[in-house]
């Protein structure tokens, strides 16, 4: 296999090349831009591998795009690449519009024609896999309700907006020109080399450094929380093994409060990292205003890629946090230059 993941230097794109690294018989093609969001130390040794190669490009750039299908001799595209932070697409969506539905639609064009180039059993084998999130389903009531795969789409933020755009164009390229994609949507992920400006990064490097850790609203906004190396398992099983044409909700079926999120890291910290005096780094919470059309709970129902694919969430929440705290007590050297190039000028995010 010759897996082409756009976005790999990003969170969940790095995670994915991680997981794959070494694999007898892959070779890994990282097709990234490399914006803000992207980080090539979050490749670590899986960068130094005969078998994997980088190529910053745009996936907007569909001459390039095609240029590294050929030459790469790509046999499976996991779509990663986009602009995914939601505070930032309420402050400037037109990124948002550029890459997500823009870029989403070069890359189906140039993989469309690629494919066709293709001779018979090659062109069987080829998938194109979109990675896409819950938030295209939107705001579902407290206590009631999960999201399956049938549920209809109704986005609320520019970013959920563009990313339901994005995943009608794969549905669309596979209904009308018979492109073999599979699209998989997942919950909130968490975990190692996640950019400082979500949430739970943000809220342990905030109480690490002593300032005020920002919860929007009351903190009762409910997301269902997936260990990042839990959803790069499930990304393995979908391209490799998904049915065209199909989708795949992937969740951890831990749902918290954002409070409780926000509150769980302060106490591990409290264990880990004592502020001294008796005191507790929840004292450093501060409820700020609420985020504009903020949805107020998201829930996946992961049964279909469970009995279909036979994927379990390996982590709990308290696992994965426990983990996700060290990594980060452990891993200095990744944050530190992010978090001072956001205090030169650069804006670090709000709450996500
Ligand atoms: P991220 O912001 O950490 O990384 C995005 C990567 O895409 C970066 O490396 C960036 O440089 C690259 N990129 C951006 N624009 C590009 C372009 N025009 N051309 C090429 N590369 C470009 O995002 P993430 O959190 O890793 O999310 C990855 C994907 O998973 C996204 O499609 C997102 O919608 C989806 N998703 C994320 C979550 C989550 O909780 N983070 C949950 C479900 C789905």
Same mark, same amino acid.
């Given at each position: 296999m010759n897996i082409l993941v756009t976005g790999g230097a990003g969170f969940i794109g790095s995670a994915v090349i991680r997981h794959l690294a *070494?694999?007898? *018989?892959v070779r890994i093609v990282n097709l990234d /831009?490399? =914006?803000? +969001? *992207?980080?090539? +130390? @979050? %490749?670590g040794a899986a +960068? @130094? @591998? %005969?078998h994997y190669r980088f190529h910053q490009a745009d996936i907007c750039d569909d001459a390039a795009v095609l240029d590294i299908l050929r030459a790469e001799e790509i046999t499976h595209v996991m779509h990663l690449a986009a602009e995914s932070h939601v505070d930032r697409s309420i402050d400037g969506p037109a990124e948002f519009i550029q890459t997500n539905i823009v870029g989403t639609f070069k890359l189906l064009n140039a993989a469309l024609a690629y494919w066709r180039e293709l001779p018979g059993e090659r062109r069987d084998a080829f998938r194109f896999h979109h990675v896409s999130t819950d938030e295209v389903f939107g705001d579902l009531p407290f206590e009631s309700g999960v999201f399956t795969e049938d549920t209809p789409y109704d986005p609320s933020s520019p970013y959920s907006a563009s990313k339901a755009a994005s995943d009608h164009l794969v549905r669309a390229w596979h209904v =009308?020109? *018979?492109?073999?994609v599979v699209l998989s949507n997942c919950s909130n992920n968490y975990g190692?080399?996640?950019?400082?400006? /979500?949430l739970i990064p943000l809220v342990i490097l905030n109480a690490l450094h002593e300032c005020e850790i920002p919860v929007y609203g009351q903190g009762s906004n409910v997301r269902d929380w997936l260990y990042v190396e839990d959803h790069a398992r499930a990304l393995e099983l979908v391209v490799t093994k998904g049915r065209p044409g199909e989708s795949y909700n992937v969740g951890g079926r831990a749902e918290r409060t954002n409070l409780q999120v926000v509150e769980t890291i302060c106490d591990l910290l409290d264990q880990r990292r004592p502020r001294g005096g008796? &005191? @507790?780094? &929840?004292?450093?919470i501060r409820f700020v205003a609420d985020r504009p059309g903020h949805d107020r709970r998201y829930a996946i129902d992961p049964s279909k890629i469970e009995r279909e694919l036979g994927w379990r969430a390996q982590e709990s929440f308290e696992t994965g946090i426990a983990r996700t705290i060290d990594w980060y007590l452990d891993n200095r050297s990744w944050w530190q230059p992010i978090r001072e190039r956001s205090y030169a000028g650069e804006r670090l995010g709000k709450v996500a």
């Open positions: *070494g694999r007898q *018989g /831009k490399l =914006t803000y +969001a *992207g980080n090539p +130390a @979050s %490749l +960068a @130094s @591998s %005969l =009308t020109y *018979g492109l073999p190692p080399c996640h950019f400082p400006e /979500k008796a &005191r @507790s780094y &929840r004292d450093l």
